[in-house]
């Protein structure tokens, strides 16, 4: 098992109850596959740097969690999927690198 931490940039059209419960469809690829998620955190909707699909801001969500390689690269497959997804990455955290 391996931690992880993912950025999703949501686009801002999405209502703001509905993206809890967007991020966790995801997230359930993860628990099935015997991960675990440890932080979800939703910042809100921000303004972003530079426009995305023709969208000037978007909602921030950050997701800390542990999982399979396998399981991690299946979650990537289905966020690049969604449309609804500006944006998405997933890096591995500094302190979990040893």
Do not use: C, F
Not at 33 to 56: F, L, P, Q
Not at 75 to 87: D, F, G, S, V
């Amino acid at each position: 098992m391996r931690a992880y931490e993912l950025m999703v940039l949501i686009d801002p059209e999405v209502d703001d109850r509905t993206v809890e419960p967007t991020i966790e469809k995801y997230l359930e690829v993860v628990r099935s596959n015997g991960g675990t998620i440890e932080k979800v955190d939703v910042w809100g909707r921000r303004k972003m740097s530079y426009e995305i699909k023709k969208k000037a801001e978007a909602t921030y969500v950050v997701v800390n969690y542990t999982a399979e390689p396998a399981a991690s690269a299946e979650l990537e497959r289905q966020l690049k999927i969604n449309e609804l997804i500006l944006r998405h990455k997933v890096t591995r955290p500094e302190e979990a690198r040893v």
